[in-house]
């Protein structure tokens, strides 16, 4: 099972739920403390140890991880701040035996664990917090946030006041939208997750590899799947999604109105006049089609969309396609059966209004075009109708490079067109889109990436 990411609210249910099944508060962050004494302990190698001690739960977390690790012989001092109010809290500190000291009296030491704030976080940061916080990073060696750094949304990922710098965050329990949704995901710095024995299930959870098999005995290339992609305007992008189309397991690419160039593989059609696409899609073989990647925005455009969405088949709506539905995608889209669009953040925001951070507005999207919303960047969220949401968790930032979404969106015709549904497409594409690019290495041109897609599908067989 890929791994659960849990709200505030859901992981506190999640521990209600096993408090409930037998264990107790107490026993829970005995174990989350001692996940952080093991995290620190491997990195600390014998320096210094300065734990920021809040005034909840994410603090009870601290003082155990405190006492441990001086139990242990590290040289370890507390700065607490706010007085515990937890029950667990309360016992975790008075089991401290080390020296305390006020947080605005904390002095830099070389490794430091922040437990000031967890999901309880309920207000941006004080200035003066912040400050101390951030000054106290930047000095450290190796700074460790307990559960999610210090003044972030642990549901929307935003950032009230978080410090910048830290190396690393323990999740505890499972993954909140907080570690992989941006701006709080880059805050993280490395992630780790430690299992506290608390059963986590959601219908949210990371992007995990894909488990794929060869094509069956019988397969011929139309069964494998048929995609048309429709080009426009800027023939270029339609060449790179029908290219990552033909690489990504597609059994036959048909580039409808440019010629294709390499490779010889994918058949031209040519598009006179936009109603010849009507023509082209009415083929029960076809799998998926995909419209956008430098469609134009004029006349001629708006007619080839027409066409595309009137057409039974399964459809990736892309790039300018989106901005041509602008205001009206739900009305237009919602009615069609089997959708999926695949909007970076300016094209998300011309057709939604923005909810409460990335995740809701995109699960909120796919509710609105009753389809399934790719919202891409380097947090990627692939939302479904139903509910369910599925969350990038490897990423390349060299995939900021222009047709980089064009190949993206032929990859998920690809996929679609295999038989797998758009919500399984579209994670099975964006893992394939990020691994080819580190397989690509270093600043690739968005042209290479479709020769490491088999490669990339190879690793899942
Ligand atoms: N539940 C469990 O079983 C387990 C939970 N675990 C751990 O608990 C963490 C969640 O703990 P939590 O719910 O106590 O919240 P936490 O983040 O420590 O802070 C809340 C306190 O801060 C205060 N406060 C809020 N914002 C503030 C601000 N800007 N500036 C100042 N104060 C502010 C707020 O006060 P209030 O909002 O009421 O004024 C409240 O007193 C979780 O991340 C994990 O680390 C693990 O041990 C595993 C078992
Ligand atoms: N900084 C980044 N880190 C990881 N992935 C990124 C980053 N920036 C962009 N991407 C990915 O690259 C692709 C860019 O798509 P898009 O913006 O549509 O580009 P284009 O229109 O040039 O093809 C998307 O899949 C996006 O998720
Ligand atoms: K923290």
Known sequence: MPQPILTAAAMRDAETAAVAAGTTYAALMATAGKAVADTAARFALGRPILVLAGPGNNGGDGYVAASILAERGHDVI??????????????????????TIALADAEPRPILIDALFGTGLSRPLDADVATTLQSLVDAAEFSLAVDVPSGVDTDTGADLGAPHGLTATLALGAYKPAHLIEPAAGLCGHLFLADIGVPARGSWHVIARPQLVPPPRDAQK???GLVV?????????ARLAARAAI???AGYVILAGADAGQPEAIVH???GDPADLAAILDDDRIGCVLIGPGLGRDDRASALLDIAVASRHPLVVDGDALTLLGR???HRLAPRADIAMTPHAGEFARMFASADGKLLATLSAARAIDG???????DTVVAAPDGRAAVQIERSSWLSTAG????????????????????????QAVWFHTRAAKLAGPAFVADQLSHYLPAAIGECL
């Open 78 to 99: 507390v700065a607490a701040h706010g007085d515990a109010r937890s029950a667990e809290a309360i016992a975790a500190r008075a089991a401290w035996q080390g020296q």
């Open 222 to 224: 139309f069964t494998r």
């Open 229 to 237: 992609v429709v080009a426009g305007a800027m023939p270029g992008a």
């Open 247 to 249: 690489h990504a397991g």
């Open 269 to 271: 059609k040519p598009l």
């Open 328 to 330: 009206e995608a739900p």
């Open 372 to 378: 399934v919303v790719v919202h891409k960047g380097p």
């Open 404 to 427: 980089s979404g064009d190949t993206l969106a032929g990859i998920l015709a690809a996929r679609r067109a295999t038989g797998v549904d758009f919500f399984g497409a579209a994670q």
